[in-house]
């Protein structure tokens, strides 16, 4: 069983930094991806970043070069560092675990990649 708990989420003012936490629980091998994605009201849940066992990374275009996605595997925990956040960055972010059919996991920013969720951390940037 995987169960995905986010934390660092708040209320900065544009420009500042923010570092969200995902403990997690359950084994994560490498036919697992590990993501982050968040979704603003009355929008649809977005991918942010992934990462795959061997460290790989992707990126959205709206975040690249200002969010950094890493984990640390003795901990356990997710982690994705946010600086120059905009007012635009406002959502709630959600940490998630997907298994692929294949023995690595690709990336992916697609939410139909994913089967576990946590219950997500907000996110408040004011201009």
């Known amino acids: 069983q995987v169960h995905l708990v986010e934390s660092g989420g708040g209320s900065v003012q544009a420009g500042e930094s923010l570092r969200l936490s995902c403990a997690a629980s359950g084994y994560f091998g490498a036919s697992y991806r590990l993501g982050w994605f968040r979704q603003a009201p009355g929008r649809e849940r977005e991918g942010v970043a992934s990462?795959?066992?061997?460290?790989?990374?992707s990126y959205a275009d709206s975040v690249r070069g200002r969010f950094t996605i890493s984990k640390d595997n003795a901990k356990k925990t997710l982690y994705l560092e946010m600086n120059s956040l905009k007012p635009e960055d406002t959502a709630m972010y959600f940490c998630?675990?997907?298994?692929?059919?294949?023995?690595?996991?690709?990336?992916?920013?697609?939410?139909?990649?994913?089967?576990?969720w946590g219950r997500g951390t907000q996110v408040t940037v004011s201009s």
């Open positions: 990462i795959r066992v061997t460290g790989t990374t």
């Open positions: 998630a675990a997907g298994r692929s059919e294949s023995v690595l996991a690709s990336l992916s920013l697609s939410v139909f990649d994913y089967n576990y």
